[in-house]
């Protein structure tokens, strides 16, 4: 990241935080899908948190942390958009998939759906550390420092992330997405 | 896919599928909103003086000085508007009041506590009542939890108001957490950390002895409430005396 541009924004440049958002923008949408999956609230939450960003840049003290500092951003900007619908997104029930006597392309996608189906009963939080270890490949202790939370938390929740997809693939495919839970 | 390895293979090819590029109409429509929005002012004091020299500088200081001085002499005056007008103060002291509290009992520095047997950590999980047997099970994943080490030791470390814990194990250092530290009085560390756009306090105890620090966690709160989390602070709080290194 270029420091000089972070600078620049940081004192009011718009030109040059256009220029940072192009740079940050494909892994934030990225970060987002996956931890929502929905690009419509992939889109608020990137968008939420772009507009924030811009207003909280001249607090940032420490310019070469500028990329972290944004992703964690993004992040409560995603747990903003999960609290904001999940009223509404708790009736889905999903269907059974027969996988009996089905090729290694089909069990493949079965696999898929398992855990589309299972990631939609982790918490956002638990998502969060999920997709920000298992996607952009952070080791936990970044994780807690860009969450600002304990590393012992991050290792909570990802051993209970893991363990809930486990029980949840376990348990079959016709889970009902719980009451309260996200899309 | 039924074991934890495989899970992690099989979620790990699966978040890669998915957009991976940010729409253009979201980008346009967030720079749209940046081009009227303002940004909030940093109003914090800098640490610094960049532009101003040495003697400014100086005398920048001890005008703070002075003023902060007068303004003690000032406050801590006898009240002489109530000589001979009023009967003699009773001689007791009211317990709730107390003494104005001295401010940073802690100088700065790195505080270790006393080495902790990694096996007697395991027995302390294994026969910890209130722990579940999953969370047994995941702590005796954690780094301080392993049957092939020998040492966990605690420490914290106090630089101006950022404020950091953590431990080695067998040498090996792992950061916790960090948090921003204040005393509330000399006997009470309040440690804070944004979460969720909202505070998470700590509030730690703190007893000093002669060169040790003893520290007590008074409330923990924790972001998920965690039976694990709560294991964890008192194994790191409860691992002093702390000892200050230079």
């Known amino acids: 990241m270029d420091r000089d541009l972070v600078e620049r924004a940081r004192k009011g440049d718009r030109a040059a935080f256009a220029v940072l958002v192009h740079q940050v923008s494909d892994s934030l949408y990225s970060v987002a899908y996956r931890i929502l999956r929905d690009t419509g609230l992939a889109e608020d939450a990137l968008q939420n948190a772009l507009v924030l960003a811009w207003r909280r840049l001249p607090k940032l003290r420490d310019l070469d942390r500028f990329e972290a500092w944004i992703h964690r951003i993004l992040v409560h900007a995603c747990y903003d958009e999960s609290q904001r619908t999940r009223s509404w997104r708790g009736s889905i029930i999903a269907l059974p998939i027969e996988l009996e006597g089905v090729t290694d392309e089909t069990s493949q996608v079965a696999d898929r759906d398992e855990l589309e189906r299972a990631f939609r009963w982790l918490t956002i939080e638990q998502r969060a550390v999920f997709v920000l270890h298992h996607y952009l490949g952070l080791p936990l202790v970044e994780v807690a420092e860009l969450l600002g939370i304990p590393a012992g938390t991050v290792r909570s929740r990802l051993h209970y992330a893991t363990r809930s997809l486990r029980l949840a693939i376990e348990a079959g495919a016709a889970i009902p997405v719980s009451e309260g839970r996200l899309a | ?246």
Request: net charge negative; proline share 8%.
């Open chain 2, 1 to 246: 896919m039924s074991d934890d390895r495989s899970i992690e293979r099989g979620a790990r090819a699966w978040l890669e599928l998915g957009p991976t590029q940010a729409p253009d109409h979201a980008l346009d429509a967030a720079l749209r909103t940046i081009d009227v929005t303002s940004q909030e002012r940093d109003l914090r004091i800098p640490w610094r003086f960049p532009t101003m020299n040495p003697l400014a500088r100086v005398a920048v200081l001890i005008t703070i000085a002075i003023v902060a001085v007068g303004a003690g002499l000032y406050l801590t005056r006898p009240d002489d508007s109530k000589v001979g007008t009023q009967a003699s103060p009773s001689p007791t002291v009211d317990p709730s009041i107390s003494a104005p509290a001295r401010l940073a009992p802690l100088p700065d520095g790195t505080y270790v506590g006393r080495a902790v047997k990694i096996s007697d950590i395991i027995a302390s999980i294994n026969s910890t009542s209130w722990l579940s047997e999953t969370d047994k099970e995941f702590l005796r994943t954690a780094p301080f939890a392993q049957p092939d080490k020998s040492t966990f030791t605690a420490y914290f470390v106090l630089d101006r108001r950022a404020y950091t814990i953590g431990f080695t194990v067998d040498g090996v250092s792992e950061v916790d957490s960090t948090a921003t530290a204040s005393f509330l009085d000399e006997h009470t560390l309040l440690l804070q950390q944004n979460y969720r756009g909202g505070p998470l306090q700590t509030r730690v105890g703190i007893s000093v002895d002669g060169t040790t620090v003893s520290v007590t966690l008074l409330s923990h709160p924790t972001p998920d409430n965690l039976a694990t989390d709560r294991f964890i602070g008192e194994l790191l709080y409860g691992a002093g005396p702390f000892t200050r290194r230079p």
